[in-house]
């Protein structure tokens, strides 16, 4: 049976730099608060009038990605695209990635599990390299969250949290012994998808309907992010560590021999709880949300692309990914560099 092994990654950021003194001067808050409560110092941000879109901001990433690989678009069979930051309600950014890039008329599908959604679309890559259908995958991470966030007080606590990103990876088909993926695992629990959501568009308010209605009825709380923070922080540490041991038990690795730890970039310190949790030294966990905030199902792709980029991550190495985040869904993939 065929492996999937990760020949290449990128990542692509926006230029523009927003940090925690940027947003104290729109909304009352300020640098101390942000960085106690989710250790970010800047984020990254397109902005409401950018006329750049999240297809957009994958080019980059996925063009680094294929170079690293040593591939051309046209060696791509299939691609996943993650995000909640659609540049349109639809058709999704997998079909729009296929046309920038000049891919052959391939498939391509979009996976809507936000914070998750990259652990969900590789784990989806893996079972179709195991299969035998494809050689070659392009897995895409990517939000402008930018575009819909409130910057004002009352979403303070939400909307200093996200930053916008892309970053992708080739996932290839391989019979190299001692590397690829080993195990990934999934999971969900919708009896709290409102505790962290957005709530229109969707049908169950009539969604065209209501925005040509002249009294519309609308609010400020459906159409931007909602969240319970800390009952999302209660469910993830929990989840997060929970995910990890699965996938060790399944593998028959032993966590002490783990290389790098590349968890969802949530919040320092969900990320610092669990590390103490599953008793990792800090050279074992990657972190940098303290430059880009939460990039939702961009995180964890910038992240190991960053990894690589620093020498972190080399042949050989036992590398385990986690993501929690909105549905509530929770995942992670255990694999050998």
């Not at 575009?147 to 996932?171: C, E, H, K, Y």
């Not at 009539?206 to 709380?221: H, Q």
């Not at 103490?276 to 303290?290: A, W, Y």
């Not at 986690?322 to 050998?336: E, I, K, N, P, Y």
Request: net charge negative.
């Amino acid at each position: 049976m065929k492996k999937s092994i990760i020949t290449g990654m990128g990542h692509f950021v926006p230029q523009r730099v927003v940090t925690n003194d940027d947003l104290a001067k729109v909304m009352d808050t300020n640098d101390e608060w942000i960085r106690e409560r989710t250790g970010i110092e800047e984020r990254r941000h397109l902005g409401k009038n950018s006329e750049t879109n999240t297809s957009d901001l994958v080019v980059k990433a996925a063009e680094m990605a294929l170079k690293n690989a040593g591939i051309s678009a046209s060696d791509i069979d299939f691609i996943i695209f993650a995000t909640l930051s659609p540049d349109y309600f639809f058709p999704g950014c997998g079909v729009l990635i296929q046309k920038k890039l000049g891919c052959d008329t391939i498939g391509a599908l979009d996976v809507r599990n936000q914070c998750s959604g990259f652990i969900y679309a590789l784990s989806t890559a893996d079972a179709f390299i195991r299969s035998g259908i494809y050689r070659n995958i392009l897995v895409i991470g990517a939000e402008n969250h930018s575009f819909g966030l409130d910057l004002t007080t009352r979403s303070r606590s939400v909307s200093v949290i996200f930053g916008d990103g892309a970053g992708a990876v080739v996932v290839s088909a391989s019979d190299e012994q001692g590397r690829g993926i080993i195990t990934t695992n999934l999971h969900s629990e919708g009896e709290y998808a409102e505790n962290l959501a957005v709530l229109f568009p969707g049908t169950q308010y009539g969604w065209a309907d209501v925005l040509l209605d002249e009294d519309n009825p609308i609010t400020a709380d459906e159409i931007y992010p909602h969240m319970d923070g800390n009952f999302v922080f209660k469910h993830a540490v929990t989840r997060f560590p929970e995910s990890v041991k699965e996938a060790f038990e399944k593998s028959g690795e032993r966590i002490e021999n783990l290389k790098l730890f590349i968890p969802h970039q949530a919040n320092l310190r969900i990320s610092q709880f669990v590390q103490r949790q599953l008793g990792l030294r800090d050279e074992q966990v990657f972190n940098n949300i303290q430059k880009y905030g939460n990039t939702t199902a961009a995180s964890i792709p910038i992240a190991l692309s960053e990894a690589v980029q620093q020498g972190r991550v080399q042949k050989g190495d036992l590398i385990c990914m986690t993501a929690f985040g909105s549905g509530f869904t929770w995942g992670s993939v255990l694999m050998r560099w």
